[in-house]
């Protein structure tokens, strides 16, 4: 370890958990977070701030004033100019720590690219907002053998419980299995921050917990996690640590009936946070420039830069990306997105 690692991880290295053992292996360590929102810029700053030696963010969205409340990495002018947070993330996470090595990749995950954008790395975290891609994830973690640590957050409050796949109890065990009712009703899968808002101090709780769990795994200190499902109500200061049994029937873990990867259960996702609905075009690619242009009579307030474009057609907001993808402001139906989308894009 160079004498400036030490020093900076000075206060990480006197712990005992880790110690200078520990520290080494975290700066040879590397993880991939699956959305940056409120949960994934407290655990990507954390982790960044701890020295992880690498660190890839996946995330499909753009910044906007809203999520300024809660998400931590991001400033007012990374809402003015709509940076993918998965950039905006990179840009100031290098700021905070430049030896690590950090990669923001603007995508979505989806069966199709799960195993090219996990593989390759001994952890996955959860920085999602809604339970379809958790169980992708989920089903992707298993297929590649790889722990996971979920988590999630609304209202006041949160969950998060560290998954290794054949030695723990995985997501569908906890969400579809018949034992865990009571791990299970702690859960509501259809509360979004859209319908009963969101603490900023709920997420953060709930990440550092996860980040915690990540630093485990990552310091060489498995064993030290305790593989169970935590809850907390901010608001009313009540915590749980429920233990979660793994199911042998289960449809992931135990029968490895991975529907979520293979794309047979794939739903329709909402966005959080607004009242939207995310369009997937796969096989396009647009010139956001020369899309610019030939919306300019047709649409206004039609803006772009390096990464997407945004314009309005009253009452909707389009945000299209590079790679065909778009999200639909304004609407909840996924028949009126998919309109506007063949309207002013093609079909």
């Known amino acids: 370890m160079k004498a400036e690692d030490r020093e900076k991880y000075s206060r990480q290295i006197l712990f ?3 110690g200078e053992e520990g520290q ?5 360590a590397s993880a991939v977070l699956v959305g940056c929102g409120a949960l994934g810029t407290v655990a990507a700053s954390m ?4 020295g992880i030696g690498r660190l ?12 300024l409340q809660r998400q931590t990495l991001f400033d007012e002018n990374d809402a003015r ?3 993918p ?5 990179e840009r100031h996470l290098r700021e905070i720590n430049g030896g690590v090595q950090l990669e923001g990749v603007v995508a979505d995950l989806t069966p199709r690219n799960a195993a090219e954008i996990l593989g390759g790395f001994p952890l996955i975290l959860d920085g999602t907002d809604n339970f379809e891609t958790r169980r992708l994830m989920n089903d992707a973690a298993i297929s590649l053998g790889t722990p996971w640590v979920y988590a999630a957050a609304v209202g006041s409050y949160g969950v998060t419980m560290t998954i290794r ?3 723990t109890a995985c997501l569908a065990c906890l969400l579809e299995g018949s034992d865990g009712e009571a791990a299970k009703a702690q859960i509501d899968n259809e509360a979004t921050c859209d319908t009963v808002g969101v603490l900023g101090t709920a997420a953060s709780v709930v990440a550092s917990l996860a980040a915690t769990e990540a630093l485990k795994i990552l310091s ?10 935590l809850s907390c109500d901010v608001w009313t200061g009540k915590f749980q640590s429920i233990r979660v049994p793994r199911n042998p029937a289960c449809r992931a873990c135990g029968r490895r009936e991975l529907s979520y990867l293979a794309g047979e259960a794939q739903a329709h996702i909402t966005m959080c946070g607004r009242d939207s609905v995310q369009i997937h075009e796969r096989g396009r690619r647009l010139d956001l420039a020369q899309l610019s242009q030939r919306l300019a009579a047709a649409a206004s307030d039609v803006r772009n830069n390096d990464f997407l474009l945004r314009f309005r057609v009253a009452p909707y907001e389009l945000t299209v990306f590079a790679d065909g993808r778009a999200i639909i402001k304004g609407t909840k139906d996924p028949a009126v997105a998919r309109s506007l989308y063949a309207r002013y894009l093609g079909a």
């Open 16 to 18: 005992a958990g880790i």
């Open 24 to 28: 080494e292996k975290l700066l040879a």
């Open 47 to 50: 982790l960044a701030r701890a």
């Open 56 to 67: 890839r963010i996946i995330d499909r969205d753009y910044v906007e004033l809203s999520n």
């Open 81 to 83: 100019e709509a940076l």
């Open 85 to 89: 947070k998965a950039i905006a993330a």
């Open 165 to 167: 796949p054949t030695e």
């Open 220 to 229: 060489g200190k498995p064993g030290d996690s305790h593989g169970r499902l």
